[in-house]
């Protein structure tokens, strides 16, 4: 019948789609692993002696957080300019590779420093997140 044809069309079309779909991840990660380190532009402070809470990226907790300083990352700024040169470099200097796409660091750091808030950034704010609470 018309409505079997369709199901099986369906069922191939569905199964090819998983296929291109896993191609396309695949080459997506061979991208990204021969993508060339290139450094990033780091500052040896904090603009003003002020950095922004890094803490409000997801995956980012204090421990990570002064990584991000020791590297020469204060600003949410500096995360945003952050093209895939720049992060293989800083991923090669972090323990957990692939956690700055894996969160979407860049793309939060773009809308925290256009002074915007994430649903996480908002949960940090309210010290409901408390991998982001300071040490002190």
């Known amino acids: 019948s018309a409505i079997c044809r ?3 069309e369906f069922r191939v ?3 090819s789609l998983n296929t291109h779909m896993g191609q396309f991840l695949e080459a997506k990660v061979e991208a ?12 040896k402070q904090a603009r003003d002696g002020k950095p922004d809470d890094l ?4 995956g980012v907790g204090p421990k990570l957080e002064a ?11 500096q995360v945003a300019s952050w093209g895939p ?9 972090l323990k ?10 860049i793309e939060q750091a773009k809308l925290l420093a256009s ?3 994430t649903e996480f950034s908002k949960r940090v704010e309210a010290g409901e997140v408390a991998s982001s609470k300071s040490e002190d």
């Open 6 to 8: 369709n199901m099986q």
């Open 13 to 15: 079309g569905s199964l």
């Open 32 to 43: 990204a692993e021969t993508v060339s380190e290139k450094a990033p532009e780091t500052l």
């Open 55 to 58: 803490k409000k990226l997801k």
């Open 67 to 77: 990584t991000l300083h020791e590297l020469g990352f204060f600003h949410f700024d």
């Open 85 to 93: 040169g720049e992060v293989a470099w800083v991923d090669s200097r």
């Open 96 to 105: 957990f590779k692939g956690r700055i796409e894996r969160d979407g660091w």
């Open 115 to 117: 002074g915007g808030e």
